[in-house]
C-alpha cells in the first residue's frame, strides 16, 4: 500500500541486510515514523508496547524477532529464551504463537553455526506469504461486496462497517479485513467504510481512517456505539472485521466491541463476515468464550487520551477525575452462531468446524 505515494509494507529488511524497520503505529495518525529493531529486546517492545499490532503483523514480527535472536546468538538456550520472551509479549494472538514453532521447525534440528542463516531465510518467507495471503483473502471477500453492488442499482454505494484496524497496517500488505475493501475500490466498486473509533486505544480513529484516506477509500468515523443505530437505519450493507484467534468451531476472538457488533448486526439481518488468514485458526480450541485467554491491559489506555493540540504538539490528556479506576479487557469472543461467514485466502465458508475443515482438511 501507498503512504504519500510511496509503497510500504509494515516490516522489511534494512538496506544493511540484518535488521529490520517497522512503522511505528504508536506515532499515528500524526506522525509518519519508522523504527529500526535491531535485537530480541527491541522486537519484544515492538509487539507489547504495540509499536506494530494485529495478528498477522505480530507472527510476521516475532519471526524476525528470532531471527534477530540467532543474529546475537544462536544456541539452543538463546533460542528457547527467545521464544518464551516473544511469546509473553501479546499471547492473544495465535500467529504469534504460529509463527514462533515455524521457526523452531526449522532451526531447532540445525547446528547453531546454521541457524542464522535459515533464521532470515524463514522470517522472510513468513513475510512474503503473508502478503499473498491478504491478498488471496481480499480477492475473496471483495466477491461479496461486488455481488452488493451487482444486485441494485450500479451508482448506489456499498457500505461497509469495520471494527478496530485490520487493513494493511495489521498485516504486511493488504490487511484482512480491508483487503477486500481496497480489492474492491480499485475495481472502480462505490465503497465507503463505517471507522469505528474503537475506544480505548482508538485504532479504527488513529489507523483505520489514516490508511484508507491515505488509499483514498471514501469513509466516516463513527463513535464505537452508531454502529447498531446506522443498522437499525439501513445504512450499512454488511459488517467485515478481522480476529486475533478463531476457534476450529468458528468462535472468533477480535478487538473489545466486537461482540456487541454482531449482536446488533443479527438483530437486524445485516451480513457479518469476518475475515482471517489460516494461521489465525486454532485448532486446539473448540469454545472460544470459555478457552481463549483475554488480555487485560493497562487501566492507563481507558483514563487517559492522546491527540494533537492546537500548537501541533501531540500530548496525552486524563478523561477522568483523579483516583477513578478502570476496567481494561482487550478482546472479546463473538459466537460463531452470529458469524455469517469466515473470508479466508482459501475461499468463504460457514464459521463453523465443517466450514473450516472444509478449506482447511491438511490443517483440521
Request: charged residues 20%.
Amino acid at each position: 500500500m501507498k503512504v504519500n505515494n510511496t509503497p510500504y509494507r509494515t516490516i522489511w529488511p534494512a538496506s544493511d541486510g540484518w535488521a529490520v524497520e517497522i512503522i511505528d503505529q504508536t506515532k499515528l495518525p500524526h506522525h509518519f515514523e519508522t523504527v529500526r529493531l535491531e535485537n530480541l529486546t527491541d522486537s519484544i517492545h515492538a509487539i507489547a508496547d504495540m509499536l506494530v499490532r494485529g495478528a498477522p503483523l505480530i507472527g510476521a514480527t516475532a519471526a524476525w524477532g528470532i531471527a534477530l535472536a540467532m543474529h546475537e546468538n544462536a544456541s539452543d538456550l538463546a533460542l528457547q529464551s527467545a521464544c518464551e520472551g516473544l511469546y509473553q509479549a501479546r499471547p492473544t494472538a495465535v500467529n504469534l504463537r504460529w509463527a514462533l514453532d515455524e521457526m523452531r521447525k526449522v532451526l531447532d534440528p540445525l547446528d547453531p553455526s546454521s541457524r542464522r542463516e535459515a533464521a532470515y531465510a524463514r522470517a522472510m518467507e513468513i513475510t512474503d506469504d503473508d502478503v499473498e495471503i491478504s491478498s488471496s483473502l481480499g480477492e475473496h471477500g471483495s466477491k461479496l461486496i461486488k455481488n452488493i453492488w451487482e444486485g441494485r442499482r450500479r451508482d448506489s454505494i456499498v457500505n461497509v462497517l469495520t471494527h478496530c484496524n485490520a487493513g494493511w497496517l495489521a498485516t504486511v500488505d493488504w490487511g484482512t479485513a480491508l483487503a477486500p475493501i481496497y480489492k474492491a475500490h480499485n475495481a472502480g466498486i462505490p465503497v465507503h467504510v463505517w471507522v469505528d473509533e474503537t475506544r480505548p486505544r482508538n485504532q479504527g480513529a488513529s489507523l483505520t481512517a489514516w490508511e484508507l484516506k491515505q488509499h483514498g477509500v471514501p469513509h466516516t468515523l463513527i463513535a464505537d456505539n452508531v454502529g447498531g443505530h446506522l443498522m437499525q437505519h439501513g445504512k450499512v450493507d454488511l459488517c467485515i472485521t478481522g480476529t486475533d484467534r478463531t476457534t476450529r468451531t468458528g468462535d472468533v476472538c477480535n478487538k473489545i466491541g466486537t461482540y456487541l457488533k454482531a449482536l446488533a448486526a443479527h438483530d437486524n439481518n445485516v451480513p457479518f463476515y469476518v475475515a482471517l488468514p489460516g494461521t489465525t485458526i486454532d485448532w486446539t480450541l473448540r469454545d472460544g468464550v470459555a478457552e481463549i485467554p483475554i488480555e487485560e491491559r493497562d487501566a492507563d489506555e481507558v483514563l487517559r487520551i492522546p491527540g494533537m493540540c492546537d500548537d501541533g504538539v501531540v500530548r496525552e490528556v486524563l478523561l477522568t477525575a483523579e483516583g477513578v479506576t478502570a476496567a481494561n479487557y482487550a478482546f472479546d469472543v463473538t459466537p460463531a452462531r452470529l458469524v455469517t461467514g469466515l473470508i479466508t485466502e482459501r475461499g468463504v465458508c460457514a464459521a463453523s468446524e465443517s466450514g473450516l475443515s472444509g478449506l482447511y482438511p491438511d490443517l483440521a
